[in-house]
C-alpha cells in the first residue's frame, strides 16, 4: 500500500470533516468490504489491511463476510473504514457505479472476470480473461486525473501480484 502513500494518491484514503471543511488523510488503512447479506448490503471492515499478508487478508475477509451474513458482527465490526471495496462480480455484475460509503472520499468496484477477446503482445487476437474495475470518488476532494492515476496502480498490482506479494511497487 507505500505506492498509495505518494504521489498524492493518498487522499484516496482521507475524510472530509465537513464541520471544518477540513481534509483528514488517513495513516491507517481500514477496508469495508461490501457483503450481500439477507438484510442487505452491510460494510465489515478489515482493519490495518496494510500490516496484513495477502493470506491472512483472505481468511480475516472470508471470516468476517461469514459472521456479517450470519448476524454476527458487532457494532465495532462495522465502523472505522477508510475505504470501501465492494463486489457485484461475484452476482454476474460486468460494470456498476457504486456509491461511496461515507465518509469515505472513494469506492472501488470489482466485477465479474469473463473471457473476451484480447489483442496479445504479438498482435493476435487470444482469449483472455477481463475484469473491469470502476471508482467512484467525491470530487470535492479528490480530481479524475488523481482517481485515474490511482487505478492505474490497482491494475498494475492485479496485472503484477509478484510485486504486490514482494512489497515492490
Not at 22 to 37: C, M, P, Q, R, S
Not at 99 to 114: D, S
Not at 130 to 152: F, K
Request: proline share 3%; hydrophobic share 45%; glycine share 10%.
Amino acid at each position: 500500500l507505500a505506492a498509495f502513500d505518494r504521489g498524492g494518491l493518498e487522499v484516496m484514503n482521507a475524510s472530509l470533516d465537513e464541520s471544518t471543511q477540513e481534509l483528514v488523510v488517513k495513516h491507517y488503512h481500514n477496508f469495508g468490504i461490501a457483503t450481500d447479506t439477507d438484510q442487505g448490503l452491510i460494510v465489515p471492515v478489515v482493519k490495518d489491511v496494510d500490516r496484513k499478508s495477502i493470506a491472512q487478508l483472505a481468511w480475516e475477509i472470508q471470516d468476517l463476510a461469514a459472521r456479517t451474513r450470519e448476524g454476527k458482527v458487532g457494532i465495532d465490526q462495522l465502523q472505522g473504514g477508510t475505504f470501501t471495496i465492494t463486489n457485484a462480480g461475484n452476482i454476474g455484475g460486468l460494470f456498476a457505479t457504486p456509491v461511496i460509503n461515507f465518509p469515505e472520499v472513494a469506492i472501488l468496484g470489482v466485477h465479474a472476470i469473463k473471457k473476451t477477446p484480447v489483442v496479445a503482445e504479438d498482435g493476435s487476437i487470444v482469449v483472455g480473461d477481463v475484469m473491469y474495475l470502476s471508482v467512484s470518488i467525491d470530487h470535492r476532494i479528490v480530481d479524475g486525473a488523481t482517481g485515474a492515476r490511482w487505478m492505474n496502480v490497482v491494475k498494475d498490482c492485479l496485472e503484477n501480484p509478484n510485486r504486490l506479494l514482494l512489497g515492490s511497487l
